[in-house]
């Protein structure tokens, strides 16, 4: 369940300034969605190692670096 709340959120996050800009999110809002996310990454941080696996990601790719936009 809070992965799937982190995807959507996630996404939304993504595309908050096009929810800002047609009137669907406040300032406010979007910020409390930014901050959902980060909240429930650190929730996630501890079962990183047990989510990686659920998922069959690669060991190859475990060491590459994360970029953030």
């Known amino acids: 369940e809070r ?3 982190l995807y ?3 996404n939304i996050e993504a ?5 800002l800009e047609h009137g669907r999110f406040t300032a ?3 910020k409390a969605v930014v ?3 980060n909240e429930l990454c650190g929730e996630l941080r501890p079962r ?4 990686v696996d ?4 690669p060991e190859r790719f ?3 670096p994360i970029i953030a936009d």
């Open 62 to 64: 475990l060491a590459a």
């Open 48 to 51: 990183a190692r047990e989510l």
């Open 15 to 19: 595309d908050r300034a096009w929810f």
């Open 35 to 37: 901050a959902a996310v």
């Open 54 to 57: 659920a998922f069959a990601v």
């Open 3 to 5: 992965v799937c709340d």
């Open 28 to 30: 406010q809002r979007a």
């Open 8 to 10: 959507a959120l996630a």
